[in-house]
């Protein structure tokens, strides 16, 4: 490779020996060579700037980076740290490098939510969910082995963007012109802050950059809340950093529910948190178990030929997998929110007495309803003033013509009276 600008050159070098010391310090890690691990993360730090720390991350520019298209050597450095100190862990069984680990992988995660918020590229955004699929899925193991069920539940949640941002990139949500818009309008905003910060107070510049600001913020919130009212979904995967915690599930979600079940597929593990008003539980789930059943029991219910014909095999998957996914402790009876990720199948048909005859499905005692995540059934979304609210349809069947060999809905006809 050849370089006429030496700045450039310069520049490319400390990202290739940054690049190059990470890698060391994963080697050294592998060895289970710690103390020199992070020695060698330490100098990869340093090709930024001098002691640099992971927190510092979160305010100084990225321009560099973003223009070289590096970015990805910053964010696996800081995720092979944090998975360093989670194997220091295992190796030392020191608490200390847990809790290092959990900080490291809460840094990751706030630089992550900044680099989607400043960049539009598609690639920016494929290699961010490809990183913080990996970042998500070690932060709850991380969290499991520490018992922290709130950092747990929080890095949960931040993996439903990963979901959201999968169903955007198979759905126009919002129209290019916004998002670019969008994009263009925060980096100006954060170029002028940049200078602001080495302006005189008392120079013409300064007074200027300060109204330009004032103004750009103004222009911000006014996009922002086009893009909220127009996209809800966009709005939450990218532009809405706020977070719950579970008192907010249980004082909110939890009122008129028994439990919230969400699940989390990484590349080596599947993970089930069940949160209910006195429990939090979080199981980890052989993954080829999970995906082979999954697998099978999705094609049962979707083909009634199949079905039919090897009902008692399709008995043992639903048993198997309901208890794969709850492990011997059932959610209590009552209504129940499922928040599922990469598999999507219905909870209703799964088993629960072990595939005994007669079985006994998971409809039995559970109401089921579906969310992306507790987050967004959280969202105060505005309501679309175009969609009539006094209009109702209601259909309430009670027999049906002879052509159609379908069971009499009995109370159907009183079900309707009651709601209109």
Known sequence: MKFTDTQNQSALLK???????????????????????????????????????????????????????????????????????????????????????????????????????????????????????????????????DHDMSNAFYFFEKGRAVLLSDLLNQQSTTSSDNMLTEAQLKKKLLQLKWEQDTLSP??????????????????????????????????????????????????????????????????????????????????????????????RYIAYISNAALLNREFDKYLKTAAHLYSLIFQDNPPPRGRIIVSPDIHYFPFESLVVNGGLAPPVYFLKDHAVSYTYSARYLLNNFPENAHVATESFLGVAPVRYPSPFPLPSLDGSDLSLRRII
């Open 15 to 145: 990202f290739e020996t940054l690049n190059l010391f990470t890698n060391i310090a994963n080697v050294f890690a592998e060895k289970n060579e710690y103390d020199s691990a992070f020695n060698y993360f330490q100098l990869a730090f340093d090709q930024i700037m001098p002691g640099l720390k992971e927190e510092s991350l979160l305010t100084i520019p990225l321009d560099s980076f973003i223009t070289y298209k590096r970015m990805n050597y910053l964010t696996a450095m800081l995720i092979d740290k944090g998975d360093a100190c989670l194997k220091a862990f295992y190796h030392h069984h020191q608490q200390e490098r847990l809790k290092e680990a959990l900080q490291i992988y809460k840094v990751t995660d706030r630089l992550l939510d900044r680099i989607k918020a400043e960049q539009s590229e598609l690639g920016s955004r494929l290699f961010w969910r490809k990183d913080s699929r990996r970042l998500y899925e070690h932060a709850i193991e991380a969290s499991r082995q």
């Open 202 to 295: 008392a120079s013409k510049r300064y007074t200027e950059v300060r109204s330009e600001l004032f103004t750009g913020k103004i222009k911000l919130d006014e996009l922002d809340k086009t893009i909220r009212e127009e996209s809800p979904l966009y709005y939450q995967s990218f532009l809405d950093t706020a977070s719950i915690s579970l008192q907010d599930v249980r004082t909110s979600l939890l009122k008129d529910h028994q439990a919230l079940l969400e699940l989390f597929t990484g590349d080596s593990a599947v993970y089930s948190l069940l949160i209910t008003l006195n429990d939090i539980r979080l199981n980890k789930i052989n993954k080829a178990d999970f995906d082979s059943l999954a697998g």
